[in-house]
């Protein structure tokens, strides 16, 4: 039994039974970094500790479950396939790859501009020289395009916001926007974490589940609380609806 | 024994002994985060492993360690001081207050620009519009800063210079521009460590030690190893020179 546990933290036999047991899950997390040059670039704030933390609890209720992750300092989740990404073009590619899934929870925090013209060489201050002004366009949009209709498309599709302004009305117009079926909605605003400072490096998050069916509002919790919650939440839905599971890789390679 | 040795972890004791007990040195680590809006940055690629190596090894030295960190993963070096802060302003402003110092070491990787006007709400993707232009501002100097002649200057001004072409001739020329005494130039371009991968994930870093008497190669070293080495290269060149320690805080106090 003890070998069998570590056989799975280690990826070495199926994961463990539980309601998810079949199922494939695919979670972004962390940041995305946006190269500017070859020493600087733009990111955006995310420890990815909220997604390494639904990633990990996935896993705990069986669910097969890739992790494909920006850069974090973070340790894998036991029982999870990482995909290490910089580029938000990256972690889309990763996410195609990925596929198909029953799942997908798109926790990353992902950059919407990139750099237009990155530069090969490192970008030098030159004496009496204006400073540069960084072009930027739009990346590709890994929910939206996760969520499209279509045969590959998960069965629950489930994106986050990060609002400082009008949150659960932001939040609940990008659900729409984009296509998925329930938003997790948080304030990262300074005072928007229950007083807890904001979410970015604390170990507690207070979120809103948006679904079809209306919102809900969790009280503050820890990331790992929300994490299990959602999990739980993901299951029962799952089970509810019976929707068949998303074929295996082997299956999808003898359909193809 | 071990009480004390406890106890000099903990900086709640003087500083071992060694050749540079008395003396303050400031080293800065890390990159900076220069705010675009509350969940977007610029930052440079910087993990603050050598900066941090080479606070450590100063404090195994015997010196009184002031370590100004930008945002890393890493843990507190033992025996030193750790001030935490995010843009380059408050680098800056960390540094100056930590003077008066016998040894500046700038190891940062500190922003050459600052966002001009970052937005106090998250910038939204509107449909249709434009992606935005981000304007910049030139940074405050660190290292020219601390070099400049005065009488708060250390004794001894160590800058670091990440290039990706003409290595050692660019950084000879930042070692004049910015009046410091030694410049360690290093080649952050990916073939440039030894063909060990891009600096700024490997524990090994490949430098030029660049001072007023010429440039000396070192061979491809752990970040650890070069830290060791370069401490106790500071250390000797002070011994040399025979300089008289900087006042220490109290000192200072009862001279003002």
Redesign the interface.
């Known amino acids: 039994e003890i070998l069998a546990a570590i056989k799975r933290v280690l990826g070495l036999s199926p994961a463990a039974p539980g309601p998810l047991s079949g199922r494939h899950a695919l979670v972004t997390s962390g940041p995305t970094?946006e190269p500017?040059d070859?020493?600087?670039?733009?990111?955006?704030?995310s420890s990815g500790h909220q997604g390494h933390a639904i990633a990990g609890a996935l896993a705990r209720l069986g669910a097969r479950v890739t992790l494909v992750s920006g850069p974090t300092?973070l340790a894998d989740p036991p029982g999870t396939t990482v995909v290490r990404v910089t580029t938000a073009r990256e972690m889309l590619a990763a996410c195609q790859q990925a596929l198909p899934a029953d799942i997908a929870v798109c926790a990353a925090?992902v950059?919407?501009?990139t750099v237009t013209h990155p530069a090969t060489?490192?970008t030098k201050?030159a004496a009496g020289a204006p400073?540069?002004?960084?072009?930027?366009?739009?990346n590709p949009d890994i929910l939206a395009n996760l969520a499209a209709a279509g045969p590959q498309r998960p069965a629950l599709v489930v994106g986050f916001a990060?609002?400082?302004?009008e949150v659960v009305a932001q939040a609940s117009a990008k659900r729409l926007r984009k296509g998925c079926d329930w938003i997790i909605a948080n304030d990262?605003?300074?005072a928007g974490n229950g007083g807890r400072g904001?979410v970015f490096a604390s170990p507690d998050n207070t979120v809103h589940v948006i679904t079809a069916e209306g919102v809900e509002d969790w009280p503050t919790l820890s990331k790992d609380v929300v994490a299990h919650r959602l999990a739980g939440r993901i299951a029962a839905t799952l089970t509810d609806r019976a929707a068949a599971p998303c074929p295996s890789p082997a299956q999808k390679g003898s359909l193809a």
């Open positions: 970094h500017i070859p020493v600087r670039y733009i990111a955006n704030r300092a925090a950059a919407d501009w060489h490192k201050k400073p540069p002004v960084l072009a930027l366009s739009p990060a609002e400082t302004e990262v605003s300074e904001t």
